[in-house]
């Protein structure tokens, strides 16, 4: 199994383009994360699903948009980059609870805004 | 409100222990334990849930105090392998499975 894929591994993006990060599970999560690691920094959450069709915010959402079609993907949409995007991008899934429902975590993106 | 986690970095002799602390404000249903290793994604290690539990992950214990709403994770033994960077995520009531990560503990076991 693949469990959490991601890509692009590394992008970088001038000022004001916009791009999609994507992210498939093979697990048959119905949870799925998307999170920001600044250099040295903790993980913020961006936005979250419950499953296909439900979303919502996250502590850090300004700047980009998801959506979540099918169980398997959860693509983050990045518009109008800014310096302050530049970062390390996780995305994640777990299960419903029940025994160590913990997280499974992509390689993540590195993305440069410059 | 994101947890605070203690201490900040810690630097071992291998074959020596460690206590790292996570605190929140908040009241807690469960708490997540992850390392991340330079470069790397987070790995998750463990959960505990309210109730004071208490798990092991190799050498590599956790217990949860619900009523002070902190946990600690205890590194016994230690192993090169453990070195990284460990994360203490929280998970509030009726807030799904979604968590609050904290600022990390770097640890660096030396031979």
């Known amino acids: 199994n693949a469990g959490v894929t991601q890509t692009p591994k590394f992008r970088i993006l001038k000022i004001g383009q916009s791009m999609t990060l994507q992210c498939t599970q093979d697990?048959?999560?119905?949870?799925m994360y998307w999170y920001r690691q600044d250099p040295g920094m903790g993980l913020k959450l961006i936005y979250y699903?419950?499953?296909?069709?439900?979303?919502d915010k996250g502590e850090v959402p300004n700047g980009y948009n998801v959506s979540r079609s099918t169980t398997e993907d959860f693509p983050l949409r990045l518009e109008l980059a800014a310096p302050s995007q530049t970062s390390v991008y996780f995305c994640a899934s777990s299960r419903l609870r029940g025994t160590d429902y913990g997280y499974t975590f992509g390689s993540g993106t590195r993305l440069t805004v410059v | 409100q994101q947890p605070v986690q203690s201490p900040q970095a810690v630097i071992l002799r291998e074959g020596e222990d460690a206590v790292i602390n996570c605190s929140s404000s908040?009241?807690?249903?469960?708490v997540h334990w992850y390392r991340q290793k330079h470069g790397e994604a987070p790995v998750f290690l463990m959960i505990l849930l309210k109730g004071g539990e208490q798990k092991g992950h190799e050498k590599i214990s956790a217990s949860f105090n619900e009523k002070k709403q902190q946990s600690s994770l205890y590194l016994t033994a230690s192993q090169l392998s453990y070195s990284g960077t460990y994360f203490c995520g929280t998970e509030q009531r009726a807030a799904g499975n979604k968590l609050t990560f904290g600022g990390g503990t770097r640890v660096l076991v030396k031979p």
């Open positions: 908040k009241a807690l249903y469960s």
């Open positions: 699903s419950v499953g296909a069709g439900i979303t």
């Open positions: 697990m048959n999560h119905n949870y």
